[in-house]
């Protein structure tokens, strides 16, 4: 942040404002206080019977990587929403009974990742213009090595694990970012 | 958002960029195209006993009415640690054992509630600087007239509700702004 928004003054301070205990992005002309919050990234687990529904991504990053379908949430819609918005656009997929399933803080990316546990509604899916391939997988089908991001690895973790119980609890979760900077 | 905070230009429109389906501030100038997202607001309803804590709020909005201790998550920490925060910001009061309670998703403000069940640790509670007072209610205490926002009242009715069965699910709500702009 380089110029103040409201009055385009270049006058920015980054300090603590009165009152508060965090730094922020105070204007030195108008005294405008800009705040900076994490942001949330919900999606699916679309099952289908024994597979998961994974789609290849066609953005950088991690550009040939599968996830689950899953993007930030927008304004003026709730969580779930977002979530079953999110499945739709990456793999054309309809889901339902969403359940939510991993609450996944990423303090370092400023991210908090909400996954839900969904029924896919049937096998119409396809990719959408963010992936290159949507697929279903038997858990010895996953291409672990090849998912996209540590979150999501996580989480397919969790499902196959809970699966051989048949429970299926709320995961709370934090990732801390390795030290070779992968997502 | 008048100004391009990247190169003070006044040159923004609101429209959707390629390959994108909602509008966004993007400068005519240096193409910086700028996200708005929903903030996640976090905290506990600290429980002692057959007792919850309430905070009285000594600052707008909603100046003098009681709510449970929590605000907006910061960059940099986890869901938990944020709820903590709060309730040690707002109450000066310390909790564990924290539970993900409810999760409200306010679509006409952009903001998802996190309200999480906790035990206080100790008794040594006080008004933080954002306090009037801080204060333990029994069930029949609860100033419900005077309660700050409805997701408050909507979190203290499940607690209620539950405690009678003895167990609490977590739950997923939906409130949308009412007609008289109440929050």
């Known amino acids: 942040m380089k110029y103040c928004s409201n009055c385009g003054s270049d ?5 603590i404002p009165e009152g508060d205990n965090l730094p922020r992005h105070i204007c030195g002309n108008c005294q405008t206080i800009f705040y900076q919050n994490p942001r949330i990234i919900t999606g699916t687990l679309p099952i289908w019977q024994d597979q998961i529904l994974l789609c290849k991504r066609a953005i950088e990053p991690r550009y040939g990587l599968w996830t689950l379908p899953a993007g930030f949430m927008e304004n003026n819609e709730t969580v779930e929403q977002a979530a079953t918005r999110e499945t739709w656009e990456e793999a054309q997929a309809k889901v339902e009974q969403l359940n939510l399933y991993v609450m996944a803080s990423l303090p370092d990316r400023n991210q908090v990742y909400m996954i839900f546990c969904a029924q896919l509604s049937d096998l119409n899916y396809a990719p959408g213009i963010e992936s290159l391939d949507v697929k279903l997988f038997k858990k010895d089908e996953i291409p672990w090595n090849n998912i996209a991001f540590r979150v999501i690895t996580k989480t397919l973790n969790y499902y196959f ?12 979760t934090t990732l801390l970012k390795p030290i070779n900077n992968n997502c």
């Open 161 to 172: 694990d809970d699966r051989v119980i048949g429970e299926f609890p709320l995961h709370m």
């Open 11 to 15: 006058s920015l301070a980054f300090k």
